[in-house]
C-alpha cells in the first residue's frame, strides 16, 4: 500500500515549511532578474533585532534587502501591506548591522516580494531606512 493509508490523517505543512516554500519561489524569480543571492536569513543579535529574508545583489550592485511575505487572502490589505512601520524598522536595524561588517557601503534598497497563489508581487524600494 506504500507509505501513506487511506486512513492516514491529511498533515497540513507547518508555518515554517509555507514560509520556506515562499522564501525559495521569490528567491528564484530575483535570480532569473540577474539577482544573486549574498545571505538568507540574516538576524541581528540582541532584542528587538530583525531578520532579512533574502539579501541579494542587484546587477548595478546594489545590496538589496528583501523581505518575503505570503497571504492567503487579500483581506487587510494582503501580503505587501503586512510590512508594517515596526516590521520595516526591525529590518533597516538587522541591514544596518550587516552593513557594519563591509568594508564599502554599497547603494542600497528594500524590497517587498508579496506572494498569493503562486503569483510573485516584486515591490522594488518598497519602502526607505528613513
Known amino acids: 500500500m506504500g507509505w501513506l493509508s487511506k ?28 539577482l544573486v543571492l549574498l545571505q538568507r536569513n540574516y538576524r541581528s543579535p540582541g532584542r528587538g533585532g530583525g531578520e532579512i529574508d533574502l539579501i541579494m545583489r542587484a546587477p548595478d550592485g546594489t545590496c538589496v534587502f528583501v523581505e518575503v511575505r505570503q497571504r492567503k487572502s487579500a483581506s487587510h490589505g494582503g501580503a505587501a501591506a503586512s510590512v508594517n512601520h515596526v516590521k520595516q524598522r526591525r529590518i533597516v536595524f538587522a541591514a544596518r548591522h550587516y552593513l557594519m561588517r563591509q568594508a564599502q557601503l554599497p547603494p542600497c534598497r528594500f524590497d517587498v516580494v508579496a506572494l498569493k497563489g503562486g503569483a510573485v508581487e516584486w515591490l522594488q524600494a518598497a519602502f526607505d531606512a528613513g
Open 7 to 34: 486512513n492516514a490523517p491529511f498533515k497540513p505543512a507547518s508555518t515554517k515549511q509555507t514560509g520556506d516554500a515562499a522564501e525559495e519561489l521569490a528567491l528564484q524569480h530575483l535570480q532569473r532578474a540577474g
